[in-house]
């Protein structure tokens, strides 16, 4: 492990990133494919920690703007989690990781309940943790979560996992000219409102010096290879050193 840049990370996976090319649910291929991703990481010793979303099951924001009750709609979404959950578990242990789900929501059939020195232990114990259903509170985005386990757990780095290779000044999908930064401030993504995390999941990451690497994750061995120290995607982090790539 002496040659590993980060030692105990918190992965954050969409559940957008689960569906692969489908439009909905869960693609089996695809999370094979996370969870080999994660096992080469593993492999090398690395502490893995996990935080998944849980949007292509359900959104709860998008259920609100269409008339459901907020908070409920959130719980709804908060479930979809679980289910994204189960399916990495089940991926991760058919190749030999072993794991733990912890869920925010008590279910004690499916998941142990959330508890900070339990998951902290089987980390030490050579567990990958994937925690599931949010923070248990509506109104609180998967980012937030992310960022709230990651610091409570004593995470050295999220890797926010993504479509695209960084973060850009704009959508490069849909501008040409969009321009990549290759590091880049809290305060500065706050200020130009890029879509790297939710504004409450930077806050916290900007009041814990917590730094973040949004990176894509259909790259094969981006992971491990940031890991190991290489410079993948954007790094998000206190206000220096950042810039855009000419």
């Known amino acids: 492990m002496k040659d590993l840049k ?79 959950a189960l399916a990495l578990q089940n991926s991760l242990e058919k190749i030999g990781v072993p794991t733990r789900v912890q869920s925010a929501i008590e279910m004690r059939e499916l998941a142990e309940p959330y508890i900070r020195r339990k998951a902290i232990r089987h980390l030490e114990k050579g567990r990958v943790v994937i925690f599931a259903a949010g923070t248990g509170n509506p109104y609180f985005t998967t980012d937030t979560a992310a960022a709230l386990r990651a610091m409570e757990i004593g995470a050295e780095v999220i890797l926010k996992a993504t479509k695209v290779d960084g973060v850009y000044s704009s959508d490069p999908v849909k501008d040409p000219s969009a321009k990549k930064f290759a590091s880049i401030g809290y305060i500065d993504v706050l200020r130009k409102g890029l879509s790297v995390m939710d504004s409450t999941a930077i806050s916290l990451c900007m009041d814990n010096n917590l730094p973040i690497v949004v990176f894509n994750v259909r790259g094969k061995g981006n992971i491990k290879n940031i890991i190991q120290g290489k410079k993948i995607g954007t790094l998000v982090r206190g206000n220096h050193g950042e810039g855009a790539k000419k």
């Not at 489908?22 to 999370?31: C, H, M, P, R």
């Not at 292509?56 to 998008?62: C, K, L």
């Open 6 to 84: 980060y030692k105990r990370i918190l992965l954050k996976l969409s559940g957008e990133a689960l569906m692969g090319d489908k439009g909905y649910g869960i693609d089996s291929s695809t999370v094979q494919y996370m969870a080999s991703e994660i096992r080469e990481i593993f492999k090398m010793g690395v502490e893995v920690a996990v935080v998944i979303g849980g949007g292509n099951i359900f959104r709860g924001v998008e259920a609100s703007v269409k008339g459901m009750e907020r908070a409920s709609a959130d719980y709804m979404g908060m479930l979809a989690t679980v289910i994204n």
